[in-house]
């Protein structure tokens, strides 16, 4: 169904209110974040518990993807994005109710749990509106996220400043959430059940070319993912240690990275629409690798700087693209399916900063970008997956 034939006005609201969803994602995440030295002072838990508490939040996550996937084809994504919405916007003032590690393991379980099933649900419902729009706009929304990310970053560094308590700023961060969760989810698609969905109860895998494709597709969303990883996390020490400059000027690395990819994001569907799916996956990641071999080979901070800001220009519309063709598989269940892969993306994404991490006791951190970098070749390499599939392929 495309726009032409489906109620306009109705459907301009629903991709409006996708928009409002990813946003506020964005923003509760954010407003976490800003909030972890002020949350473990408090606390009294050190840096090694903080990480082991972070994999608690990751693994309530991934359990909150793959619940989400196959109630969004039971029930439809709009229900699971209100119970999840709901869930990821109570959830956040978990972690400023705690008063000690154990309560602050439970308190980001179930933030994990509401962001990963929101993260499945979410994209799910952008998938159905891309396809009743016939048209890609898919990227759209994850530059939404990011805005949203933004936006919660500084009004928490704004709380911050003017001497706010976490439990306060993250129960406005809480109640942001759950009224736009409540003015959008009426707004969302309803729930559709497409010719090649599973029947409630099955595997939802489909055949054997399915059940490949969807492994590709996780492996380039791990691939890609463990790169974003990387420069959210090493990006900033990188350009310290390398060039040796000041904090403030390393700070700006990040700061070109995070731009760019959210710019490229408002841009890619335009792109998408003009040169098809695949070429945003091969060129963008060959862009990507261009960025991040500037970066290891430059010795100036203008050069280092410019190649952060190409690595999250080229990065910036690969991920949609995968996503979009999860959810448009055209065999098995398209929640699960939706649910694999972004499951297998986040993995990459937790992996990154760890493998990267672990390789600095062997060598410099600038010598360890030479492993994103090799996942993003691969990543382009294998480019075709995200292509329409032709009749029979997936059987």
């Known amino acids: 169904m495309s726009v032409s034939t489906a109620e306009p006005v109705r459907l301009r609201r629903a991709r409006a209110a996708i928009f409002g969803i990813f946003a506020v994602n964005g923003f509760l995440l954010a407003a976490w974040v800003v909030h972890i030295p002020s949350i473990s002072d408090r606390t009294g838990i050190s840096h090694a518990t903080l990480g082991w508490l972070l994999l608690v939040l990751a693994a309530g996550a991934l359990v909150g993807m793959q619940i989400a996937g196959p109630l969004a084809d039971r029930w439809g994504s709009r229900r699971m994005v209100l119970a999840a919405g709901a869930l990821i916007s109570a959830g956040v003032i978990g972690p400023a109710l705690a008063t000690d590690a154990v309560g602050l393991a439970a308190a980001l379980a179930v933030f994990g749990l509401g962001n990963g099933a929101l993260d499945v649900s979410m994209n799910s419902q952008a998938v159905h509106a891309e396809r009743m729009y016939g048209r890609p706009i898919m990227s ?23 001497g706010w308590s976490p439990l306060t700023a993250l129960a406005g961060a809480s109640a942001i959430g759950l ?46 993912f463990l790169a974003e990883g990387a420069a959210n996390d090493w ?8 060039l040796g400059t000041s904090d403030a000027t390393a700070a700006l690395a990040f700061g070109a990275f995070a731009v760019m990819m959210t710019v490229g994001r408002f841009a890619a569907d335009r792109v998408s629409a003009a040169l098809g799916p695949v070429a945003v996956v091969r060129y963008g990641t060959l862009i990507a690798a261009a960025g991040l071999a500037t970066v290891i080979a430059s010795g100036w901070v203008g050069l280092t700087l410019f190649g952060w800001a190409l690595f999250g220009l080229g990065l910036s519309g690969c991920i949609p693209q995968i996503f979009t063709a999860a959810g448009n598989l055209g065999a098995g269940a398209p929640g699960v399916n939706m649910s694999r892969v972004v499951g297998m993306g986040y993995v990459g994404l937790l992996a990154g900063p760890a493998l990267l991490g672990w390789l600095t006791s062997l060598m410099p951190l600038t010598a360890t970008l030479v492993v994103p970098l090799a996942f993003v070749l691969m990543a382009s390499r294998c480019a075709d997956v995200v292509r329409p599939a032709a009749p029979g392929e997936l059987d």
């Not at 759209?140 to 400043?161: M, P, R």
């Not at 497409?194 to 070319?209: D, I, L, M, W, Y």
């Open 179 to 224: 009224a736009t969760v409540a003015v959008c989810g009426p707004l969302l698609l309803p729930h559709q059940v497409h010719e090649h969905t599973a029947p409630p109860g099955s595997s939802g895998s489909g055949g054997r070319g399915a059940i490949r494709r969807v492994l590709t597709l996780g492996a380039i969303a791990f691939a890609l």
């Open 140 to 162: 759209a929304f994850h530059a939404l996220f990011s805005v949203g990310g933004v936006v919660g970053s500084l009004l928490g560094a704004a709380t911050l400043a003017s």
């Open 235 to 242: 990006s900033t020490l990188q350009v310290k240690e390398h």
